[in-house]
């Protein structure tokens, strides 16, 4: 059902799954590849019906959102900043009236979007104010420990049972995002992306996620600090989006080979 692959039987990734020859057909069916782009409610529809599909959307689906995924994190006792959810922006602002649980600075991080358009440095309360006024006002948020990460993190996509990793490298502010400045070195540290993408790998299996773009950071010796889960990632750092086909189009012969996820090390 996804145009990238071209399998024994390929619809249209708009076909009417109700349908009884469609419902019959997935049912019938060793495996299940997602149309590209596909809504929550269709998802639930065709992996309630299939025997086996790919990509693995339900982390997606369950976890979408920041606050969610500081859950997960937490759930699956993964090293990441401390973090504390508020409920929305009133419910914050009342509580730095009385004491906040973390002292300047620290992290505010709205629930969505990407390339950092919702994720603010609060250095002092004048900080805070204006993040909170920059976003939602009934959308849940957080406030996040500031991990000093030397100006770069390192992104890990995974795809099906396949990895690439990259540094990013600040542009001289806070963010390291590529959009907003970051430059991109994926020939920098390996033996840091190899821990990354071990630390990635395993997570990997105990939250069934196999596509997604992962930022970790690494304050000190220990195990890589997991920043946020991108479901939605951009592909610069793939090739582009001929290189991330190319990567979709393996990681489906793998998955058809039974292997999934990525392969943490021993």
């Not at 963010?175 to 070195?185: A, E, F, Q, S």
């Not at 991108?230 to 001929?242: E, S």
Request: glycine fraction near 10%; proline fraction near 8%; charge should be positive.
């Amino acid at each position: 059902m996804n145009s990238l692959v071209h399998l024994e039987e390929n619809l249209p990734n708009l076909a009417p799954v109700e349908a009884p020859e469609v419902a019959s057909m997935i049912r019938a069916a060793r495996g299940v590849v997602m149309p590209r782009g596909i809504t929550r409610k269709r998802y639930r529809k065709i992996a309630a019906m299939a025997q086996n599909w790919f990509p693995n959307l339900d982390a997606k689906y369950d976890y979408s959102g920041k606050t969610k995924q500081a859950v997960l994190f937490q759930r699956l006792k993964t090293r990441h900043p401390r973090t504390i959810l508020y409920s929305n922006p009133q419910v914050l602002m009342d509580a730095e009236r009385k004491m906040l649980p973390l002292d300047y600075p620290f992290v505010l991080k709205g629930d969505n979007g990407g390339g950092g358009s919702t994720v603010f440095p609060v250095c002092c309360r004048e900080d805070l104010i204006n993040g909170l006024e920059r976003l939602p006002a009934k959308e849940p948020l957080l406030i996040q420990r500031w991990v000093n990460h030397g100006g770069m993190d390192l992104r890990v996509v995974v795809v099906g049972a396949k990895m690439v990793s990259y540094f990013r490298v600040g542009g001289e502010n806070f963010y390291n995002n590529v959009c907003r400045g970051g430059r991109m070195h994926p020939e920098i540290f390996p033996a840091l992306q190899d821990r990354g993408m071990a630390a990635v790998a395993r997570f990997c299996h105990l939250a069934s996620i196999n596509l997604a773009g992962f930022d970790l950071m690494f304050p000190d010796e220990g195990p890589p600090v997991f920043i946020e889960i991108n479901f939605n990632f951009g592909r610069k750092g793939l090739g582009g989006t001929p290189g991330f086909r190319q990567l979709f189009k393996e990681a489906v012969e793998l998955w058809q080979q039974g292997i999934a996820y990525p392969i943490p090390p021993p």
